[in-house]
């Protein structure tokens, strides 16, 4: 069975930098797109980032443009996001997601999903 399991969150100063990744395993997720999304508490869930299956094609939502970098290994089947200057705002459960096809901002076109990774960022 395809799984997605996310790791790295933790609590951060603002300013500060985390690196979260994503693993798959159960199937080969290497002819799929791959995203970051996040949701806070009372919050509609929120696209943060999305590579394409050979890692060419990168998208980022505009708060986090500039800030955070989205990158894949496919031959360990793990994607990563790197997040730098990080904001009060961006505190969220980060959740990684795969589709097959072309990156998308809608978190309902996504076929799995992973459990999450929290990340607080502290003012």
């Known amino acids: 069975q395809a799984q997605l399991v996310e790791s790295g969150g933790g609590l951060v100063q603002a300013g500060g930098s985390l690196r979260l990744s994503c693993a798959a395993s159960g199937r080969t997720f290497s002819t799929y797109v791959l995203a970051w999304f996040r949701q806070a508490p009372g919050r509609e869930r929120e696209f943060v980032a999305g590579?394409?299956?050979?890692?060419?094609?990168?998208y980022y939502a505009d708060s986090v443009k500039g800030r955070f970098t989205i990158s894949r290994d496919n031959a360990k089947n793990t994607v990563y996001l790197q997040m730098n200057s990080l904001k009060p705002e961006d505190t969220a459960l980060y959740l990684c997601?795969?589709?097959?096809?072309?990156?998308?901002?809608?978190?309902?076109?996504?076929?799995?999903w992973g459990q999450g990774t929290q990340v607080t960022v502290s003012s």
């Open positions: 997601a795969a589709r097959s096809g072309i990156i998308h901002t809608n978190s309902n076109v996504y076929n799995y």
């Open positions: 590579i394409s299956a050979s890692g060419i094609g990168t």
